[in-house]
């Protein structure tokens, strides 16, 4: 899935942990073979080929996926939408690739294969169906916080209740470590690698930012990044980061992504509502918003680095 995955557990049965270990990397490398688009015998890949013209049966972990998904879709209005990938080769945001800006003609020739309510999923069959030719699935802004809840699920049947699972910029977080909960802090967007702005303690929580610090390029100091506004064909502009405290991995994860996209005070207003989920959106303007949940439960460092 393109990120680093890291296993903590506390406990005094080094053995059991090891096995439960190699049992959670391999449901994640399984997960990777059902959902990467990067796989070509994917289900991902498999339901893009097909698009336009046949259904594609599926395993159940990827309907799971592309369920919450669509529910994604519906409390941002769109804004998260796992059909962003017909935007694929457009924008290239890896640091080896020839970065350059798309010409806007086109991107708008595929804006109209953007669109969430064309991803059709039939549970009696188990198939999926894209309406249009030329849409594609991409499941980069959720698919790990579901390989993490899984993983949290497969400590849990091997007995152990103390751990710590990091997925790139997702986290799960299970009983304590020892005596005391497990922290995390909450990445300074500007500032230097593994340089934190605030900090907090967790139990039995998922945590996941989403940030325009990540993948990038600058272009006449304007910063373009990976977080891509389905509606414009290009990346979202009103937030730095985008942090999401849940019970759920895959909740958070992809919160994360449609919450930067709807902008810091839209993004806001659905966390406020919705239940179970906090969260701590780093504006473009370098403010701090803290959901009201979490007020007393977020300890400020430092204020976040203000720059380009």
């Given at each position: 899935m393109g990120s680093e995955v890291r296993v903590s557990a506390w406990t005094t049965d080094e053995q059991r942990a090891v096995r439960a270990f190699e049992e959670v990397f391999d449901e994640f490398d399984r997960l990777d073979r059902l959902l990467s688009v990067w796989h070509p015998g994917s289900d991902v890949s498999r339901i893009n080929t097909a698009a336009g013209r046949e259904r594609v049966r599926v395993e159940r972990e990827t309907l799971d996926v592309l369920r919450v998904a669509q529910q994604m879709s519906e409390w941002t209005g769109g804004k998260f939408d796992v059909t962003f990938g017909a935007l694929s080769g457009l924008w290239k945001f890896d640091h080896d690739q020839d970065n350059r800006i798309p010409p806007a003609s086109d991107v708008h020739a595929r804006l109209p294969l953007i669109d969430y309510k064309g991803l059709e999923l039939d549970a009696g069959s188990e198939t999926v169906f894209l309406r249009k030719a030329g849409m594609r699935v991409h499941l980069g802004g959720i698919g790990k916080g579901?390989?993490?809840?899984?993983?949290?699920?497969?400590?849990?049947?091997?007995?152990?209740?103390?751990?710590?699972?990091?997925?790139?910029?997702?986290?799960?977080?299970?009983?304590?470590?020892?005596?005391?909960?497990?922290?995390?802090?909450?990445?300074?967007?500007?500032?230097?690698?593994?340089?934190?702005?605030?900090?907090?303690?967790?139990?039995?929580?998922?945590?996941?930012?989403?940030?325009?610090?990540?993948?990038?390029?600058?272009?006449?100091?304007?910063?373009?990044?990976?977080?891509?506004?389905?509606?414009?064909?290009?990346?979202?502009?009103?937030?730095?980061?985008?942090?999401?405290?849940?019970?759920?991995?895959?909740?958070?994860?992809?919160?994360?992504?449609?919450?930067?996209?709807?902008?810091?005070?839209?993004?806001?207003?659905?966390?406020?509502?919705?239940?179970?989920?906090?969260?701590?959106?780093?504006?473009?303007?370098?403010?701090?918003?803290?959901?009201?949940?979490?007020?007393?439960?977020?300890?400020?460092?430092?204020?976040?680095?203000?720059?380009?």
């Open positions: 579901y390989a993490v809840d899984r993983a949290a699920a497969i400590l849990r049947a091997q007995g152990l209740s103390d751990f710590l699972i990091q997925a790139g910029g997702d986290f799960y977080a299970g009983g304590r470590r020892g005596s005391r909960p497990w922290r995390t802090g909450v990445q300074d967007p500007r500032g230097p690698a593994n340089q934190v702005f605030a900090a907090m303690d967790l139990y039995d929580e998922t945590f996941s930012t989403s940030g325009d610090y990540e993948r990038f390029f600058m272009k006449d100091g304007r910063r373009y990044h990976h977080i891509l506004d389905p509606d414009e064909g290009a990346p979202a502009r009103g937030c730095r980061s985008v942090t999401i405290v849940a019970k759920q991995a895959v909740l958070a994860d992809g919160l994360s992504t449609g919450v930067f996209i709807l902008g810091p005070q839209a993004g806001m207003a659905l966390i406020e509502k919705l239940p179970d989920v906090e969260g701590v959106i780093v504006t473009s303007r370098n403010e701090v918003l803290v959901s009201s949940g979490l007020t007393a439960r977020l300890e400020r460092l430092r204020a976040p680095t203000d720059a380009p």
